[in-house]
């Protein structure tokens, strides 16, 4: 029988290093240093092949994984990703517990040592109105941060619980305790720029929003990163839902933004 496998196995690596190879190939000409993946679909995916939603979330994860692992031999320096919703707490009990449990569990898994952050030295900031969390759920990405904090490379900001309206609203509230506490009030420091400052990705290390990616079809923001996703971001609404997405959906989004930015430096 290992006649038969080792052909297969051989067609693997082939494969493999032709990946790689397109892979380098791209990283030769200009790359975004910060793409967001509003990852949807999740759900539709499970009820399409007659699953429970909660084993969509974990398709989806395994996803995440992937794409993550492909930004980085792009030498894309942050990735941002819209993993829970604030409103999102509104599902069935058994769905938010679902995503809880995989958020406790798969954030603390791709921290350790060896694992995929530590290995391309990516450091974890989990976004969002976080004291909403379970208390066993925030002690789970209080690790898991600390565990990739030395990390220097590349960031992954996961957004969780997050909405844009609650991420701009506490940024607006610090930028007006920080002009209270001057000896003299001066409105005029409150300003787009000083907004910006205190956003939460700005925070955290993120450079402004090149790419925005959203799955499934749905051709909407949704509240994630609408204050980030200005005239110079690209935004991108491709049908695959966010379980389906790999490479061959990327490809083109990258295409897509190095012909954009040759164009502009050319005119």
């Known amino acids: 029988m290992s006649w038969v496998c080792w052909p297969l196995s051989f067609l693997a690596f082939i494969k493999t290093q032709l990946v790689l ?25 499970a009820r399409r092949t007659g699953r429970r939603a909660a084993e969509g979330h974990s398709d989806g994860f395994q996803t995440l994984k992937q794409v993550l692992e492909i930004c980085m031999r792009l030498n894309i320096h942050c990735v941002t990703v819209y993993a829970f919703a604030i409103e999102n707490f509104n599902r069935p009990t058994e769905e938010v517990d679902a995503l809880m449990k995989l958020g406790e569990e798969r954030l603390v898994e791709i921290a350790q040592n060896g694992a995929l952050l530590s290995q391309h030295g990516i ?44 991420e701009i609203t506490t940024a607006v509230q610090s930028v007006v305790q920080q002009a209270l506490h001057k000896e003299k009030f001066d409105s005029s420091s409150i300003t787009e720029q000083s907004i910006e400052e205190n956003l939460m ?54 295409l897509d933004y190095q012909q954009k930015v040759w164009a502009r430096s050319s005119s």
């Open 123 to 166: 450091r974890l900031n989990v976004l969002g109105h976080r004291e909403l969390l379970p208390p066993h759920v925030q002690a789970a990405v209080e690790k898991a941060e600390q565990m990739t904090c030395q990390n220097t490379r590349s960031i992954l900001n996961v957004c969780a619980p997050y909405a844009s309206r609650h």
């Open 21 to 45: 190879l397109l892979l380098r190939v791209l990283t030769a000409g200009p790359i975004p240093r910060h793409v967001a993946f509003e990852m949807d679909g999740n759900r539709r995916f």
């Open 201 to 254: 990705t700005t925070l955290g290390g993120s450079p402004p929003l090149d790419i925005f990616i959203r799955t499934s079809g749905v051709k909407r923001l949704s509240g994630f990163l609408q204050w980030q996703c200005c005239e110079n971001t690209q935004i991108h609404m491709i049908d695959t839902y966010w379980p389906d997405f790999g490479l061959w959906d990327f490809v083109p989004i990258i």
